[in-house]
C-alpha cells in the first residue's frame, strides 16, 4: 500500500512562492507521482507529474510557475510553486500510479485524475 502525506499548505501572499511536499513510501520510485488540484465547486485538474526516470510534465497553465521534482533518498516529492495568484486556491494532492516500465497500465504524466489509484488526504493552500 502506498501512503502518501502532504504539507506545506496553508495562507500565502500573492505572489508568494511556496513549496508542498508528498513524502511515500521506498516503493514510489517505481511510480508515477503526480500533483492535483481541486477548488470549490470545480473538477479536480492536473498540476504536474513526474515519472520513475524523472520525466515531468506540467498543466499548460502551470507551465513556467511551477516545478515538480523528487527526492529518492528521502521518498519525497515537492512541487515549488512561484507566482501565486488568488486563482491558485485550491486543496493540492498528491497521487501515485505504477510507472509503465514498471508494468502500470496508465501514462501518469497525461494528468488524466483517474488513472491514478493512489492518493494523499490534500493540503489547503490559500492564496489571499
Known amino acids: 500500500h502506498v501512503q502518501l502525506v502532504e504539507s506545506g499548505g496553508g495562507l500565502v501572499h500573492p505572489g508568494g512562492s511556496p513549496m508542498l511536499s508528498c513524502a511515500t513510501s521506498?516503493?514510489?520510485?517505481?511510480?508515477?507521482m503526480g500533483w492535483f488540484r481541486q477548488a470549490p465547486g470545480k473538477e479536480r485538474e492536473g498540476v504536474a507529474a513526474?515519472?520513475?526516470?524523472?520525466?515531468?510534465s506540467y498543466a499548460d497553465s502551470m507551465k513556467g510557475r511551477f516545478t515538480i521534482s523528487k527526492d529518492n533518498a528521502k521518498n519525497t516529492v515537492y512541487l515549488h510553486m512561484n507566482s501565486l495568484k488568488p486563482e491558485d486556491t485550491a486543496m493540492y494532492f498528491c497521487?501515485?500510479?505504477?510507472?509503465?516500465?514498471?508494468?502500470?497500465?496508465?501514462?501518469?504524466?497525461?494528468?488524466?485524475?483517474?488513472?491514478?489509484?493512489?492518493w494523499g488526504q490534500g493540503t489547503q493552500v490559500t492564496v489571499s
Open positions: 513526474i515519472d520513475s526516470d524523472g520525466s515531468t
Open positions: 497521487a501515485a500510479e505504477p510507472s509503465p516500465a514498471y508494468g502500470g497500465y496508465h501514462d501518469g504524466l497525461q494528468l488524466r485524475a483517474y488513472e491514478y489509484n493512489y
Open positions: 521506498p516503493r514510489y520510485s517505481t511510480y508515477c
